[in-house]
């Protein structure tokens, strides 16, 4: 069944839509906790057949075993999907996570799980699917550890600024003065506070232990973080979020996932402004701090930062821009060769070493 795989080469080199018509069967699951509903179609049908039926993941695994030939399998992306990647991925050649935002004909005349299985399924056939990334890949588990520890830093930062809250109305310092001088009803609610800033900061350190261990035992985790401004909760929440950077096409494939470029409209040769792509605020956000960091001591980060200005004469702004690519396509091609970061060569001391 291996052999019959499309490979992440072919994705890459974006022929798997070209391929989308070698498969007996196209199928599509609209899977709830309560019911499944499941679409059929082959290259002789017109229409799809679909049942509905409650939910059974055995039940799901036979009746795919009875289906003869090559079959590809489309789920929309939610919560459940990759529970249902992992489990169904041996019995069909492919599955296809499909981004439930690009399929707007969902939306169109009644709804129903049989009707919405059905219109997956021709899309599907159709190739007009866009994937999301799933894999079987251990590294995906860091999804949900990364996502676990934003939340606590979430409800973290929430407490301090509660706690700042009620001495700014005062207009005084959560860090200068001292709790005991409030009234009662302020003490006992500061006291509580102080009690669950505490428990954050516990939770937190646990957290980076966590990842300290993660990153004795992966050497891209290493890796990335021997880039200036990448240190190690970004260098966990950047691998966690790529695992894979062969799935890019290019290094602009990737400044579109991380939201570091927006994409120009056109229309009659007219340029009708730009629009944001849809991408990953989580690595945007690593990318536009880590450039800033990177930009507070000397390193060669900072010297290309530098060079922008001097040399090029592009404003502060686009400069930190063009670092947070920079530093976004640096991570792409350690993830993707295993190197460690070699630092930036400007191209006068390029010229230098040439004619030394």
Not at 47 to 63: A, E, G, Q, T
Not at 160 to 183: G, M, T, V
């Amino acid at each position: 069944m291996t052999d019959m795989k499309i490979t992440q080469k072919e994705i890459k080199d974006n022929t798997y839509p070209n391929n989308i018509d070698q498969y007996d069967h196209y199928l599509a699951l609209d899977w709830s906790m309560e019911n499944m509903a499941i679409s059929r179609l082959t290259s002789k049908m017109n229409k799809p057949k679909v049942i509905d039926v409650p939910s059974d993941l055995d039940n799901l695994k036979d009746y795919i075993k009875t289906l003869k030939g090559k079959k590809i399998l489309t789920i929309e992306e939610t919560t459940t999907s990759q529970w249902l990647f992992v489990e169904l991925t041996d019995y069909v050649e492919k599955i296809l996570i499909c981004n439930p935002h690009r399929n707007r004909l969902l939306s169109e005349g009644p709804k129903t799980d049989k009707i919405d299985a059905g219109k997956l399924c021709l899309l599907l056939r159709n190739g007009m699917m866009k994937e999301v990334y799933h894999t079987t890949d251990s590294l995906y588990e860091l999804r949900i550890l990364v996502s676990r520890y934003e939340d606590v830093i979430k409800s973290g930062v929430r407490l301090i600024n509660q706690k700042s809250a009620i001495y700014r109305a005062e207009n005084k310092s959560h860090k200068k003065d001292n709790i005991e001088r409030q009234n009662k009803i302020k003490k006992f609610v500061l006291m509580g506070l102080e009690e669950e800033i505490e428990s954050y900061e516990t939770r937190k350190e646990n957290f980076k232990k966590e990842f300290e261990k993660i990153k004795r035992k992966n050497k891209t985790l290493r890796n990335l973080c021997t880039i200036p401004g990448i240190g190690l909760v970004s260098s966990v929440v950047i691998l966690s979020a790529v695992i894979e950077a062969e799935r890019f096409k290019s290094p602009n494939h990737y400044f579109s996932y991380c939201g570091l470029v927006n994409h120009e409209k056109i229309s009659g040769g007219k340029s009708y402004g730009r629009k944001k792509p849809r991408y990953s605020r989580r690595l945007k956000s690593v990318y536009r701090s880590a450039a800033v960091r990177s930009l507070q001591y000397d390193n060669p980060i900072k010297e290309y930062y530098e060079y922008l200005i001097m040399k090029k004469n592009i404003d502060e702004k686009k400069a930190r821009n063009s670092v947070a690519r920079y530093i976004a396509k640096i991570s792409l091609a350690i993830m993707r060769d295993g190197t460690k970061y070699k630092g930036y060569e400007s191209k006068e001391n390029k010229l230098k070493v040439k004619a030394a």
